[in-house]
Nanobody
Framework: QVQVVESGGGLVQPGGSLRLTCTVS????????IDWYRQTPGKPRERVGG???????GYADSVKGRFTVSRDNAKRMAYLQMDRLRPEDTAVYYC?????????WGQGTQVTVSS
């Protein structure tokens, strides 16, 4: 009943920018907590940052100052703006929606930072 779909991934050169979009269908989007995670092969998923209905919830130290989480409740979308990208940011990025009590994950979108 709740579906989460990420989009906007792709290839970008170091120092570039990319904006990921998380589109959530079903339920009351404005009440959902949204979190962004990323996963690199051989490593567990890492929480990048998140946002409640009111405020951003802390960013990972590795992305602080470079990434920004936001949301547009009217569009039922959340965003991850990624600036000054580094090769180590390469990962599959996932959006997680938490309407309570269940948690719903998107399928992920690949971000590759390379020259």
């Amino acid at each position: 009943q709740v579906q989460v779909v990420e989009s906007g991934g792709g290839l970008v050169q170091p120092g570039g920018s990319l904006r990921l979009t998380c589109t959530v269908s079903g339920g009351t989007f404005s009440s959902y907590n949204i979190d962004w995670y990323r996963q690199t092969p051989g490593k567990p998923r890492e929480r990048v940052g998140g946002i409640t209905d009111r405020a951003i919830v802390g960013y990972a130290d590795s992305v602080k100052g470079r990434f920004t989480v936001s949301r547009d409740n009217a569009k039922r979308m959340a965003y991850l703006q990624m600036d000054r990208l580094r090769p180590e940011d390469t990962a599959v990025y996932y959006c997680r929606a938490n309407p309570g009590p269940a948690i719903f994950w998107g399928q992920g979108t690949q971000v590759t930072v390379s020259s």
